[in-house]
């Protein structure tokens, strides 16, 4: 099939590129290589996949709407992933505009290029962040999701009204991956495993937010990646009997699916510090500081139903994905 993997410079990206790879597929990707975090990581990642023969990689921007119709309507593509967005919560309080162009504006010319072009299944990643104040644990599909408390994971869930609507005007299959907290070798600086791999090297202090009482359901990259090469083999069919009185919001008339892709068992935040610690072997320099606006202190994913879905449960735990990216943090930067 014909590949579309949008943020393929992106640590997810990059990695579903590389999986894909070597299968008979024909893969292009695109990014428009921001200054969000280092752009030679980006760049590296990119060059990490020269050796792949079947990707080809195109800078463009989503919100370039004449640049992404051309793309469609030249390339045909049978499968979108899309993995582009502008990520993190944090960054969201400060740089809000870019989160409207990036997820609202460059969402809407990919579901636009998806609908015109018959692109048969649609792939998209939303964020756990979208569960907001939601605090039944684990978190579920068919949950509520009406209360972000950030404006990244209010774009997501907008993402996820938006598939729908096209799902059910245009029939296009589309699938929402509801992302857990992904870590693992080339990963993003600003996440936790790389921030505080990064500091403990150095010597410097950790910041450990809610005074250490948070949790995550910490997932590592490559059960990310094979969950989503699976899924996206599995195309969401109408139901003609699907009633909005019977259902749930992970369910619709219209060939439309949810999932939550993650480990599917929470870490506490001093237990993943300590896997850290242990990897590098020395201790961190703990700065705790309390709860950052935008933030959850639990996440937790039910993941049955991507794994009724698909047949595969993840099967890196904390501990070993910590020194995979460590010996990959110290290789990559020479430490």
């Not at 893969?27 to 975090?37: A, H, K, P, S």
């Not at 600086?189 to 995550?216: C, L, W």
Request: charge should be negative.
């Amino acid at each position: 099939m014909k590949f579309l993997i949008t943020g393929m410079a992106g640590f997810i990206g990059h990695a579903v590129a590389k999986r894909l790879s070597g299968e008979g597929h024909e893969i292009l990707g695109i990014d428009n290589l921001n200054d969000y975090y280092e752009v030679s990581l980006k760049q590296a990642r990119l060059k990490d996949l020269a050796d792949c023969n079947d990707v080809r990689f195109v800078k463009l921007d989503l919100a370039d709407q004449e640049g992404m119709a051309r793309l469609f309507a030249e390339h045909r593509f049978d499968r979108v992933i899309h993995l582009a967005a502008q990520a993190g919560v944090r960054y969201s309080l400060e740089n809000p505009h870019v989160y409207a162009t990036s997820n609202l504006m460059g969402f809407m010319n990919v579901l636009e290029g998806c609908r015109r072009h018959d692109v048969k299944h649609l792939v998209y990643a939303s964020s756990s962040s979208i569960y907001g104040m939601n605090d039944r644990m684990p978190f579920a599909t068919s949950d509520s999701v009406d209360h972000p408390v950030s404006l990244y994971a209010a774009t997501k869930k907008a993402n996820e009204l938006m598939a729908h609507t096209y799902s059910h005007l245009y029939d296009l299959p589309t699938t929402g991956l509801r992302f857990f907290t992904v870590y693992g070798p080339w990963g993003r600086p600003d996440m936790a495993m790389f921030k505080f791999t990064r500091a403990i090297i150095e010597g410097t202090p950790i910041q450990v937010y809610n005074h250490g009482d948070m949790s995550r359901d910490f997932t590592y990259i490559d059960d990310i990646v094979e969950g989503v090469v699976r899924i996206q083999a599995v195309t969401p069919a109408s139901n003609p009997q699907w009633k909005p009185s019977q259902g749930s919001p992970d369910s619709s008339s219209a060939p439309y699916a949810l999932y939550n892709i993650g480990h599917g068992s929470p870490v506490g935040l001093m237990d993943f510090i300590r896997a850290v610690e242990t990897a590098i072997g020395k201790k961190a320099v703990c700065d705790y500081q309390p709860m950052q606006p935008g933030d959850v202190p639990r996440t937790w994913a039910d993941t049955e139903a991507l794994f009724a879905a698909t047949g595969y449960r993840p099967k890196v735990k904390v501990e070993e994905g910590a020194q995979r990216f460590v010996g990959w943090y110290r290789e990559y930067y020479g430490v």
